[in-house]
């Protein structure tokens, strides 16, 4: 499957079942069992991220872009504690409820606007570029590309979360008992760290902190990689 394929499926999902799924998820109703546990993971890597950057204490002075920002489940937290916030994604229905979840939550704020748009159409320089959870939609070659597009915005530092490819996820998914199949989602990607990493470097970055999120459902590598 080439690249237009995967990004055509991915937004064709995000702004249909695939965007009434992970509303929910990322929402507070009420939700199965399965995705219950996806949203406490999805939080935590959300909390890791927020955590490292307030941690650091200069969020008021630096500007963020979310890439593939969802329903502004990051970019709304960080707008809140002060940063100049970027919130950007490929669907538009994504990127229409991050509007009204920020409006309901900050009013009208000047520190966070939303657009719609495919991430690597994104230009521009940022203090801080992150990506949680986008890069499960796409395998290892676009991965690559997508990653030194985002690398070229960032001036300091890039913040990217993935599905690690470790022996036991790849033998879980082969049994299926994680990952939700075709028939609700478009192809899940696992990504090896070092693969990762090499990227990261070979853009100019190294990688300072590391997190992991690991639930039933959900798996997530967060790594935080700054210019050398
Ligand atoms: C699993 S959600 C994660 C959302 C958000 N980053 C979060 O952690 O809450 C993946 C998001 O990536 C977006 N996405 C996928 N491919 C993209 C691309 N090429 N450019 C921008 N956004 C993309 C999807 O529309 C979806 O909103």
New binding site residues.
């Given amino acids: 499957m080439n690249t237009v394929d995967d ?1 055509a499926i ?2 064709e999902y ?1 702004n249909a079942t695939g965007f009434e799924r ?1 509303r929910r998820i ?1 929402g507070d109703g009420e939700v199965n069992k399965v995705q219950q546990d996806i949203r406490i993971g ?1 939080q935590q ?2 909390d890791t991220v927020v955590a490292w950057l307030q941690a650091d204490g200069n969020l008021a002075q630096i500007s963020i872009c ?6 502004g ?2 970019s709304i937290p960080l707008a809140q504690v002060g940063a100049t916030v970027y919130g ?4 538009e229905k ?1 990127v229409e409820e991050a509007r009204q979840k920020a409006k309901a939550t900050l009013g009208e704020a000047s520190n966070l606007s939303f657009a719609v ?4 159409a994104l230009s521009g320089k940022y203090h801080t570029v992150i ?4 890069l ?2 796409y395998p290892q070659q676009d991965a690559v590309k ?1 990653i030194t597009h985002l690398a070229s915005l960032a001036e300091s530092r890039l913040i990217l979360s993935f599905a690690p490819k470790t022996f036991l996820l790849s033998i879980l998914k082969k049994i299926g008992e994680f990952f939700p199949g075709p028939s609700k989602t478009t192809r899940a990607y696992q990504h090896k760290e070092a693969d990762i990493i090499k990227i990261l470097e070979s853009n100019g970055f190294s990688s300072k902190r590391t997190g992991m999120t690991s639930t039933r459902f959900y798996f997530s590598r967060i790594l935080e990689a700054v210019r050398k």
């Fill in positions: 990004k991915v937004k995000f992970w990322y999805h890597t959300i979310d890439a593939g920002c969802g329903v489940s990051l950007s994604d490929i669907s994504m748009k495919d991430l690597e990506c949680l959870d986008v499960i939609h997508m």
